[in-house]
């Protein structure tokens, strides 16, 4: 029984320390499909306010401000799924991701800053402060894309 107990202990460490840092997904083309979906329902959020604080479409506080919040909450997500053996098939991250990952997870932790803020703003209602705040997001989207996606 005690062997038993210890087999078991030193299979599930082994497990832990073996799995791939995409196992949260059933396999890597999840986990780009993933990520790809998370930033693309981002960007339409995203877009949406922008677009009002371009003068691109009337400014709608309700809009801006459910629209803000989707964008900030969607945002989260597509860090998780950029795992070890995410690198390939149809994705347009570049090598650096994995290389300089402390840099990109910088850039994506500022894009999320940058989104609390623009909620922050979308709240006041203010369009002024949603211009400020959209100019922002944009920069850390603009700045990791020239870094990391091809
Ligand atoms: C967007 C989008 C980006 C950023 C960037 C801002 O809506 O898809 O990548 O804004 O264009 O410069």
Not at 67 to 95: H, I, M, R
Request: charged share 25%.
């Amino acid at each position: 029984m005690k062997t038993i107990a210890r087999t078991l202990m030193i299979t599930a460490a082994a497990l832990l320390v073996s799995a791939p840092s995409w196992a949260q997904f059933a396999k890597p083309e999840d986990a780009v499909k993933y990520r790809k979906n998370a930033l693309f329902v981002m960007q339409q959020n995203f877009g949406r306010v922008a677009a009002m604080a371009a003068g691109k479409a009337p400014f709608d506080a309700k809009v801006a401000l459910e629209s803000a919040t989707n964008a900030e909450f969607v945002g989260k997500l597509p860090w998780a799924a950029f795992g070890e053996g995410t690198d390939k098939g149809d994705t347009k991250a570049k090598p650096e991701i994995w290389t300089d990952k402390a840099k990109f997870n910088e850039y994506a932790e500022k894009m999320q800053a940058e989104m609390v803020k623009l909620t922050v703003a979308a709240k006041s209602g203010n369009l002024d402060s949603i211009k400020v705040a959209t100019g922002a997001v944009g920069g850390t989207c603009k700045s990791c894309h020239d870094a990391f996606r091809q």
